[in-house]
């Protein structure tokens, strides 16, 4: 299979799961680059030039609040699951399960229907 196919496909299906993740991190406030290290950390492949457009889209859309913080040298912004984006986490948390559930079914039947 081509290379550029299959990383065609793995970037498809990544740009969901970063959103889930990114929503399920933010249940604490975090600013960007502590996001970034806490997803980096956990094995999460992400760039900032992903991270940083993201935040700000699900802020447009109304699922995350943020504020800054000046107190320090450098003015952070902290972003934060609102009640808005925990309602829209739930609701993917719940289609990722079934997703995952279904790719474990077919998998079975597939084991089970080889000769």
């Known amino acids: 299979m081509e290379k550029n196919l299959t990383a065609s496909f793995v970037t498809e299906m990544r740009r969901g799961s970063l959103t889930l993740l990114v929503l399920s991190a ?10 970034l290290e ?3 950390e ?10 940083y457009p993201l935040l700000r889209r699900l802020e447009k859309q109304g699922l995350l609040d943020s504020s800054w913080d000046t107190s320090e040298s450098r003015p952070r912004k902290y972003y934060q699951i609102n009640s808005a984006g925990t309602e829209i986490y739930r609701l993917l948390l719940i289609e990722s399960d079934k997703l995952q559930q279904s790719i474990k079914r077919v998998q079975r039947r597939n084991k089970e229907e080889r000769p």
């Open 26 to 35: 933010l249940h604490t406030p975090h600013y960007g680059y502590d996001l």
């Open 38 to 40: 806490v997803l980096q």
């Open 42 to 51: 956990i094995g999460v492949e992400i760039e900032a030039n992903t991270l």
